[in-house]
């Protein structure tokens, strides 16, 4: 099986702007969960969907947002970016049943200036 | 609140020897599941190994063992005949069996002298 996607890999914005990551998950998998990797911060979890409903939602401001569409791919928008979203974002897929891994992707690196 | 702390941001092992990272929890629930990850410089977020908490029995894979304390609440990963390979950020984490959230720890650094 094809592993988990993300694209772009790498991406540059400005302040103020928005951007969409797209994440593929395993095939028959559907749960997607995004999170914001940063040096100081760890992982933290955005977001979980499930058959395209959110399904967990971590403290994150409004800007944030996802969702994922019916081949259960999803993506992630961030709007108005500010300097702190500069981060390495990682997606995770898993079957979404109890107790069952979650695998990763490469993550899309974006840096905003 | 789940808490996941990986209490060492750095380790280092010298090649061949044996190193154990630690990580305690916090948690209400009974019913969870355990992880460790590692996450090599540049490249993908993989599983090294998991645990069900059900499990009184030490999960172990190759030269990758953890060492399961339920009532101490805490998970260490136990490394051994360290491999240049294994130089990576491992990340503890940690999930409840009702629902798909992971928490994960901050990360312990691993570096391994040849």
């Known amino acids: 099986k094809a592993g988990v996607t993300q694209t772009p890999r790498y991406l540059i914005k400005t302040r103020g702007q928005q951007v969409t990551l797209s994440c593929s998950p395993i095939s028959g998998h559907r749960s997607v969960s995004w999170y914001q990797q940063t040096p100081g911060q760890g992982l933290q979890f955005l977001f979980e969907y499930f058959s395209e409903t959110q399904r967990n939602k971590g403290n994150f401001p409004g800007r944030f947002s996802g969702r994922q569409f019916s081949n259960s791919r999803s993506e992630m928008n961030v709007s108005t970016l500010e300097l702190g979203d500069s981060a390495l974002y990682l997606c995770a897929s898993s079957s979404g049943l109890a107790g069952e891994t979650q695998y990763f992707g490469p993550g899309t690196r974006l840096l905003v200036l | 609140a789940q808490t996941v702390t990986q209490s060492q941001p750095e380790m280092s092992v010298q090649e061949a020897e044996t190193v154990t990272l630690s990580c305690t929890y916090d948690?209400?629930?009974?019913?969870?599941?355990l992880f460790w990850y590692k996450q090599p410089p540049s490249r993908q977020m993989i599983l090294v190994i998991r645990q069900e908490a059900y499990k009184q029995q030490n999960a172990t894979e190759n030269r990758f063992s953890v060492n399961f304390q339920k009532a101490a609440k805490s998970f260490s990963l136990k490394i051994s005949d360290s491999q240049l390979g294994d130089a990576a950020m491992y990340f503890c984490?940690?999930?409840?069996?009702?629902?798909?959230?992971?928490?994960f720890g901050t990360g312990t650094s691993l570096t391994v002298i040849p």
């Open positions: 984490a940690y999930r409840i069996n009702t629902g798909n959230q992971f928490y």
């Open positions: 948690t209400s629930e009974s019913d969870y599941y």
